[in-house]
C-alpha cells in the first residue's frame, strides 16, 4: 500500500517570534511577494505594526478574511491571485487560517501559519473548516510549510478562545476510540502512530490541566505543542480520523440545530463528556479537568437549550455517515440521548450519578 505523508518543514514556538517570519520566509526559499490573510481586528493589531517593522524587504498586500466560508474564501482567492504573490501568510485565529490554507490550495501556492490563539487544531493540520460546503466538517488542503506560533501574540488572544483548544484536544481520547472502533467492525484503515500522536496531544493537556488554568504563557505552550502534535497526526494519517470522531460529530450537529452557538472546541469538550459515556471511558475524569481548565461542561455554560443537545446526539450519526463512530449506523433514539445527557450532567443540573 502506498501512503503519501505531507507534513510542514518548519515549526517555531517562542516569545516574540514574529518579527522573524520575514528572515524564515527567505530561509525557506519562499520569495518576495507575500499576500497576508488576516481579519479585520488582527490587521489593526498586529499585521500593520509587523509590516511595517519586520516586512520592510518584501512587497506586502494584506487582504481581510471577513468570515469562515466558502464564499468568502473563493472571492477572496480573485485578488489574492491578481497580486502574483510568491508565498501567503495566514495571521489569525483559527478563521483566518482556513480561509488562507484554502487560497493556498487552490492557488497552488505555500503558506506560512501564523495562529494568534489557540482555538483548535486547524493552525497546523491540512485540512480547511469553513462553512458553507455541503458539508459542516473539513475538506482536504495542504498543511502550512512553516508554523509561527508566537506566544506574545498569543497570549493577547481572549482567555475564552485559548482555552477553547484545549477541549478540542480532550477530544482525541474519543476520536480516536471511534477510530479503533471503526477498524475493528469495518475494516477501515487504523494508523497506530498517528492514533497514538493524538493521543498523545490529549493526555499532554489532561496532565498539564493545572498549569492550562493558570492562564499564563506556560499553559499557552502546552496547549501550542498539543495543536501541533495533533495536526501532526492529521498529516501522517492523511485524514482527519486521528482527531475528529463522535465528539466532532456532536460538535457539528449542535452547530447545524443552534447555529454555531459556542466555540469549536467548547462543543467538542461536551461532547466529549458525552461520547466518553457512550464508550465506557472515564467521562467523570474528563469533566473535572474541563471544568478545572474553566471550559463549559452544560448546556446552560454553552449557552444553548437542553433541548439542542438532545437533538444534536440525535442527528450526529447522520453529520458524516462516511465517519463511523460509537453512535453506529442508526445514532441514538431520542430516549438514549437524553439519558446519556442527563447522566453526564450535561442537562438537568448536576451530573445524576456524580455520587457514585
Ligand atoms: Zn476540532
Given at each position: 500500500m502506498r501512503h503519501a505523508i505531507d507534513l510542514f518543514k518548519k515549526v517555531i514556538v517562542g516569545?516574540?517570534?514574529?518579527?522573524?517570519l520575514g528572515s524564515i520566509t527567505t530561509e525557506l526559499g519562499l520569495g518576495r511577494r507575500v499576500a497576508i490573510v488576516t481579519g479585520a481586528h488582527v490587521r489593526r493589531l498586529i499585521v500593520e505594526p509587523l509590516v511595517g517593522e519586520h516586512l520592510r524587504d518584501f512587497e506586502v498586500e494584506v487582504f481581510v478574511a471577513e468570515s469562515p466560508t466558502v464564499d468568502e474564501a473563493t472571492f477572496l482567492a480573485d485578488p489574492v491571485g491578481r497580486f502574483r504573490p510568491s508565498a501567503i501568510v495566514a495571521i489569525g485565529g483559527g478563521k483566518s487560517i482556513d480561509v488562507a490554507k484554502y487560497i493556498a490550495y487552490q492557488l497552488g501556492l505555500n503558506y506560512i501559519s501564523v495562529p494568534t490563539a489557540t482555538s483548535h487544531d486547524g493552525i497546523a493540520s491540512p485540512f480547511a473548516s469553513l462553512?458553507?460546503?455541503?458539508?459542516v466538517y473539513s475538506v482536504k488542503a495542504a498543511p502550512p510549510i512553516a508554523v509561527l506560533a508566537d506566544l506574545e501574540l498569543i497570549s493577547k488572544a481572549p482567555r475564552r478562545v485559548a482555552l477553547a483548544g484545549a477541549g478540542d484536544l480532550i477530544g482525541k481520547i474519543v476520536a480516536v476510540r471511534d477510530w479503533r472502533l471503526a477498524h475493528k467492525l469495518k475494516g477501515e484503515y487504523y494508523g497506530d502512530y498517528s492514533a497514538s500522536l493524538a493521543l498523545l496531544s490529549a493526555k499532554h493537556v489532561m496532565t498539564f490541566s493545572s498549569t492550562i488554568a493558570k492562564g499564563g504563557i506556560a499553559g499557552l505552550r502546552i496547549l501550542v505543542e498539543g495543536l501541533i502534535s495533533s495536526s501532526t497526526a492529521m498529516c501522517i494519517a492523511g485524514s482527519t480520523r486521528p482527531a475528529s470522531g463522535s465528539e466532532h460529530l456532536f460538535s457539528h450537529a449542535l452547530d447545524i440545530v443552534?447555529?454555531?452557538?459556542?466555540l469549536h472546541g467548547e462543543q467538542v469538550g461536551v461532547g466529549t463528556i458525552l461520547m466518553s459515556y457512550l464508550h465506557g471511558l472515564n467521562w467523570r475524569r474528563i469533566r473535572k479537568t474541563l471544568k478545572k481548565i474553566g471550559l463549559p461542561v452544560t448546556a446552560r455554560e454553552l449557552g444553548v437549550r437542553e433541548e439542542h443537545i438532545i437533538e444534536a446526539l440525535t442527528i450526529a450519526h447522520k453529520?458524516?455517515?462516511?465517519?463511523?463512530?460509537?453512535?453506529?449506523?442508526?445514532?441514538?433514539?431520542r430516549d438514549a440521548a437524553e439519558e446519556v445527557a442527563l447522566r453526564t450532567g450535561v442537562i438537568g443540573g448536576d451530573s445524576k450519578d456524580s455520587s457514585r
Open positions: 516569545y516574540g517570534i514574529a518579527k522573524e462553512r458553507g460546503f455541503k458539508t443552534a447555529n454555531y452557538p459556542a453529520v458524516r455517515p462516511d465517519r463511523y463512530t460509537i453512535l453506529g449506523e442508526g445514532g441514538l433514539t
